[in-house]
C-alpha cells in the first residue's frame, strides 16, 4: 500500500497561482494512478485531475480546462498539480488520492491541504 501527504495549499488572489504537491512512501509509486479531487464547504467532493502510470492525463473539463495541469516525477515520488489563473470558486479542500486502477473511487487517501483563493 502506499502513504500519501499534501502539501503546497494556502490562500492566494484571484488570478494567481498555486502548486499543489502530493508526496507517496510505501510503494513503488510509479504502478499508482494518482488523482486529485476537492471538496468546497457545503459541497461534494469532486474530481478534478488524474495521471496514469505512463504519465496520460484527464481533467474535469468544465471546472479547471486550460488552467490546471498534472504532472508526476516518479523518482521524487511525487505528483504535482499546478493551479494557474485560481479562482474563488476554486477554494476546496485538495486531496490526492492513489490506487493500482483507475477508478472513481481511488483506495488510497492524502489527509488533504487547504487552498483558498480571495477575490
Known amino acids: 500500500q502506499v502513504q500519501l501527504v499534501e502539501s503546497g495549499g494556502g490562500l492566494v488572489q484571484a488570478g494567481g497561482s498555486l502548486r499543489l504537491s502530493c508526496a507517496a512512501s510505501?510503494?513503488?509509486?510509479?504502478?499508482?494512478?494518482v488523482a486529485w479531487f476537492r471538496q468546497a464547504p457545503g459541497k461534494e467532493r469532486e474530481f478534478v485531475a488524474r495521471i496514469t502510470w505512463s504519465g496520460g492525463t484527464t481533467y474535469d473539463v468544465d471546472s479547471v480546462k486550460g488552467r490546471f495541469t498534472i504532472f508526476r516525477d516518479n523518482a521524487k515520488n511525487t505528483v504535482y498539480l499546478q493551479m494557474n489563473s485560481l479562482k474563488p470558486e476554486d477554494t476546496a479542500v485538495y486531496y490526492c488520492a492513489a490506487d493500482e486502477r483507475i477508478t472513481i473511487s481511488p483506495k488510497y487517501w492524502g489527509q488533504g491541504t487547504q487552498v483558498t483563493v480571495s477575490s
Open positions: 510505501g510503494d513503488t509509486f510509479g504502478r499508482y494512478v
